[in-house]
Protein backbone atom coordinates (compact mmCIF):
# COMPACT_ATOMS: atom_id res chain seq x y z
CA UNK A 1 0.00 0.00 0.00
CA UNK A 2 1.24 3.49 -1.32
CA UNK A 3 2.47 5.31 1.77
CA UNK A 4 1.59 3.39 4.29
CA UNK A 5 4.61 4.39 6.33
CA UNK A 6 5.50 7.80 7.60
CA UNK A 7 9.63 8.59 8.26
CA UNK A 8 10.16 11.59 10.64
CA UNK A 9 13.71 12.18 11.32
CA UNK A 10 15.15 13.26 14.62
CA UNK A 11 18.84 13.34 13.72
CA UNK A 12 20.80 12.09 11.18
CA UNK A 13 20.91 8.68 12.23
CA UNK A 14 17.51 8.01 13.89
CA UNK A 15 14.03 8.10 12.27
CA UNK A 16 10.38 7.26 13.37
CA UNK A 17 8.25 5.20 11.09
CA UNK A 18 5.28 5.63 11.84
CA UNK A 19 2.13 3.78 10.74
CA UNK A 20 -0.78 6.31 10.65
CA UNK A 21 -2.85 4.74 8.31
CA UNK A 22 -4.29 2.36 11.58
CA UNK A 23 -6.09 3.54 14.20
CA UNK A 24 -3.30 2.10 16.05
CA UNK A 25 -1.34 5.07 15.32
CA UNK A 26 1.81 2.83 15.72
CA UNK A 27 5.27 3.90 15.87
CA UNK A 28 9.20 2.08 15.10
CA UNK A 29 12.69 3.58 15.87
CA UNK A 30 15.59 3.01 13.07
CA UNK A 31 18.91 4.13 14.94
CA UNK A 32 21.64 3.64 12.66
CA UNK A 33 25.30 2.43 14.08
CA UNK A 34 28.53 2.27 12.48
CA UNK A 35 28.67 -1.05 11.40
CA UNK A 36 24.75 -2.10 11.70
CA UNK A 37 21.23 -0.18 12.03
CA UNK A 38 18.71 -0.83 14.98
CA UNK A 39 15.13 -0.83 14.06
CA UNK A 40 12.75 -1.07 17.41
CA UNK A 41 9.66 -2.55 16.97
CA UNK A 42 8.43 -3.67 13.79
CA UNK A 43 4.87 -1.97 13.85
CA UNK A 44 1.81 -3.94 12.36
CA UNK A 45 3.00 -6.35 9.61
CA UNK A 46 0.51 -4.72 7.20
CA UNK A 47 3.20 -3.40 5.10
CA UNK A 48 6.38 -4.56 4.71
CA UNK A 49 8.70 -2.70 6.79
CA UNK A 50 11.51 -4.07 5.74
CA UNK A 51 11.32 -2.52 2.23
CA UNK A 52 11.06 0.80 3.93
CA UNK A 53 13.69 0.74 6.49
CA UNK A 54 16.00 -0.11 3.04
CA UNK A 55 15.43 3.10 1.86
CA UNK A 56 16.65 4.60 5.18
CA UNK A 57 19.87 2.64 5.73
CA UNK A 58 22.36 0.01 3.68
CA UNK A 59 23.35 -1.31 6.63
CA UNK A 60 22.17 -4.64 8.51
CA UNK A 61 19.29 -4.69 10.37
CA UNK A 62 18.72 -5.80 13.81
CA UNK A 63 15.21 -5.64 15.06
CA UNK A 64 14.14 -5.87 18.77
CA UNK A 65 10.89 -5.76 20.35
CA UNK A 66 10.03 -3.49 23.28
CA UNK A 67 7.31 -6.47 24.39
CA UNK A 68 5.45 -9.08 22.52
CA UNK A 69 2.04 -7.25 20.91
CA UNK A 70 0.90 -7.68 18.05
CA UNK A 71 1.08 -3.93 17.23
CA UNK A 72 4.66 -4.13 17.86
CA UNK A 73 5.80 -7.60 16.33
CA UNK A 74 3.67 -7.52 12.71
CA UNK A 75 6.50 -7.33 10.79
CA UNK A 76 8.97 -9.52 12.05
CA UNK A 77 8.89 -12.15 9.46
CA UNK A 78 10.92 -9.18 7.39
CA UNK A 79 13.66 -9.52 9.59
CA UNK A 80 16.69 -12.80 10.27
CA UNK A 81 17.29 -11.10 13.12
CA UNK A 82 15.07 -10.27 15.44
CA UNK A 83 15.17 -10.23 19.28
CA UNK A 84 12.63 -10.09 22.18
CA UNK A 85 13.90 -10.94 26.04
CA UNK A 86 13.46 -13.80 26.83
CA UNK A 87 10.35 -13.08 29.67
CA UNK A 88 8.28 -12.16 26.91
CA UNK A 89 8.04 -15.35 24.96
CA UNK A 90 6.04 -17.07 27.61
Not at 67 to 89: N, Q, S
Request: negative net charge.
Amino acid sequence: MKDWFSIDRIDTDTCIISEYRHWEETHCYLINGTASSLLIDTGLGICNIHAEVMKLTNKPIIAVATHIHWDHIGGHRYFPDFYAHKDELH
